[in-house]
Nanobody, 124 residues
Framework: QVQLVESGGGLVQAGGSLRLSCAAS????????MGWYRQAPGKQRELVAQ?????????????NYADSVKGRFTISRDNAKNTVYLQMNSLKPEDTAVYYC????????????WGQGTQVTVSS
């Protein structure tokens, strides 16, 4: 069972920045995808950003972003530290949500692991 511990959420004014971190209890080299989702009150959980494992020097892992955060958010992963980050810049009130770290392992079947969530609140 992979344990994920998130940190970095909080209250920030519109236009500000926050950096979320998610540390995993196991080697990140076993994770096909690491990413972030968010859920606002009354809404479904949605993908924010995800990054594939960089499997080989010759192949860069792909990165996906929700259209609403492109150009403002940046996901990165440090496999040596078993950690994924989400740098959030130019925050908007509509970014307010609980942010969840996600790890996906594909080994015949798909295993999804989730963090406990961290609150991000952006005031106008």
């Amino acid at each position: 069972q992979v344990q994920l511990v998130e940190s970095g959420g909080g209250l920030v004014q519109a236009g500000g920045s926050l950096r979320l971190s998610c540390a995993a209890s196991e080697s990140a080299f076993s994770f096909n995808i690491m990413g972030w989702y968010r859920q606002a009150p009354g809404k479904q959980r949605e993908l924010v950003a995800q990054r594939e494992l960089v499997a080989a020097i010759s192949r860069g892992g792909s990165t996906n972003y929700a259209d609403s955060v492109k150009g403002r958010f940046t996901i990165s992963r440090d496999n040596a530290k078993n950690t994924v980050y989400l740098q959030m810049n130019s925050l908007k009130p509509e970014d307010t949500a609980v942010y969840y770290c996600n790890v996906r392992v594909v080994a015949g079947v798909v295993y999804d692991y989730w963090g406990q969530g961290t609150q991000v609140t952006v005031s106008s």
